[in-house]
């Protein structure tokens, strides 16, 4: 037997003395209310798969709180019994680290979805973790405001789930990842206590930052149930442009051009090879070509202002400057034909996974070395396995390559999973030469867990063990994400 004792005056567990699964779930059932606590595999079956469809476990018990009163009981009492637990979004991550692993309690975070606070004046508000990310933006946009936190998966997300895991998206240039847009959180911690940090302060400077503990920390550290996140002044004027190249060196030497020509001003440049755009055409017969002409490489460019700006001249200067490298391009002339550029990026992400499985990686590289991680990796994977399809794009302003592999159609899974683990070495050992990450924005969860503990440094990982002791001593909180998953305490 053995006892530990958080710091503070945190409850004490004694696992010697666990309840079974059935006396833990009946003392749940009374701390939540009505029907908060689903325990049939129907009624749980959407809780049990993630957005890729790709990983999948079914959980003990699904708990749908609808406070952070709630949170806190709930966490107390698996503290106590002994119950490990993984907090829940909208499913949308890529790395696994929401699905419940056997035996674990999933925490749903989707009826805590209230914009608790919104001030115009302090551009900031404080919205719940379950609340949508498009509901969040489209109430600041209600006040004149952006939250600019903006990719694909905007409709289904969750903000909870976008703080654990420092979540990216095509603003990052501009704005920076999540982490730069927090100005407090409320966390329920693993023995249940709530540590309420939630502040609209853009200035405060007494001692550790806490906030930035639980933020990308995949809800290994506590469960974030509210956010306080900066806002910025809404856009009136938007402009995107389309532009084709000649080779992805010329993009980057765009990108050196656009930053100078448009300063802040800047709020996306997305690169797409020409492989993509044909994913694209393929899915969407219905689409032309976006340009006169094919050409090896493009560009989405987007810059946004407010004020008396004359941001379409600025754009058609910077463009009509740039002509000794831009082959051809075209800018919106309204935001429906915006939207329809952007459609152009957005049905390639959606459409890869059509036909099944397919590697994702999510890594990032100094700005300066894209062009050649994208080159190495290429020709890397293509030349060993000629039979998959390799597909490279990304957010070039913030050195983030997402770079895909699909394999042929009709591949045996034993063969695919060969594939895969292949070319994922291949990509990463040139991510490793030019000394970049592994993962940019997608997280490391269960699925980069390998990869990632391969590279961390020894100084790294002993603070990371730490820090993750202190707050969750017995691993009851996402355990086996991140960090290898400890055995220590046993469920029933």
């Not at 004490?12 to 699964?21: D, R």
């Not at 600041?140 to 789930?161: E, K, M, S």
């Not at 306080?228 to 002044?233: I, M, Q, R, V």
């Not at 190249?245 to 802040?264: F, K, P, T």
């Amino acid at each position: 037997m053995f006892v530990v004792q958080p710091q503070d005056q945190g409850p004490q567990l004694t696992t010697s003395s666990s309840p079974t699964h059935a006396d833990a779930i009946a003392a749940l059932r009374d701390i939540l209310p009505g029907d908060a606590l689903l325990t049939g595999e129907e009624e749980m079956a959407r809780y049990s798969r993630d957005w890729s469809g790709d990983h999948f476990g079914r959980p003990l018990a699904v708990a749908r709180p609808r406070s952070v009163e709630e949170v806190s009981a709930l966490m107390r009492q698996c503290w106590q019994a002994g119950l490990r637990v993984v907090p829940q979004g909208g499913l949308t991550g890529l790395v696994g680290a929401a699905v419940a692993a056997p035996g674990e309690v999933v925490v749903s975070l989707e009826r805590m979805n209230a914009v608790r606070q919104i001030s115009p004046i302090d551009f900031a508000m404080v919205v719940e973790a379950g609340c949508i990310l498009e509901e969040a933006k489209n109430a600041a946009d209600a006040v004149d405001c952006l939250l600019p936190i903006t990719f694909g998966a905007q409709g289904t997300c969750r903000v909870g789930g976008n703080v654990s895991t420092n979540a990216g998206g095509f603003n990052v240039l501009r704005y920076g990842m999540t982490r730069d847009l927090v100005l407090g959180l409320e966390v329920v911690l693993a023995d249940g206590r709530v540590w309420n940090g939630l502040k609209v302060l853009r200035k405060d400077n007494r001692g550790y930052d806490l906030k930035q503990l639980f933020i990308g920390a995949e809800g290994t550290l506590g469960i974030v149930t509210a956010v306080a996140f900066k806002l910025f002044p809404k856009p009136t004027q938007v402009e995107t442009a389309l532009v084709g190249l000649a080779s992805v060196e010329d993009a980057m030497e765009l990108y050196a051009r656009a930053r100078r020509g448009c300063s802040d001003l800047l709020t996306a440049f997305e690169l797409i090879l020409r492989d993509g755009i044909e994913v694209t055409l393929r899915a969407r017969p219905d689409f032309p070509d976006p340009l006169s002409q094919v050409y090896p490489a493009y560009v989405l460019i987007e810059a946004a202002c407010g004020g008396t700006v004359d941001l379409r001249g600025l754009m058609e200067s910077f463009l009509g400057g740039a002509d000794d490298i831009i082959r051809d391009g075209v800018i919106a002339s309204s935001r429906t034909q915006s939207e329809r550029l952007w459609l152009y990026r957005e049905t390639m992400v959606e459409s890869q996974g059509r036909g099944g499985r397919y590697l994702r990686t999510d890594v990032s590289v100094p700005i300066s070395s894209i062009a050649d991680f994208i080159a190495q990796a290429l020709e890397a994977v293509r030349g060993r396995h000629p039979e998959a399809m390799a597909l490279a794009y990304g957010h070039v302003g913030d050195g983030n390559v997402h770079f895909n592999v699909i394999p042929p159609q009709g591949q045996e899974p034993v063969a695919m999973d060969a594939l895969f683990h292949s070319a994922e070495d291949l990509i990463f050992d040139v991510v490793d030469r030019l000394g970049g990450s592994i993962s940019a924005e997608h997280g490391i969860g269960r699925v980069k867990q390998h990869a990632f503990l391969e590279r961390i440094d020894p100084v790294s990982l002993d603070l990371a063990t730490r820090l993750k002791l202190a707050l969750d001593p017995t691993h009851i909180l996402s355990n086996g994400r991140i960090l290898p998953e400890d055995s220590r305490v046993q469920n029933g």
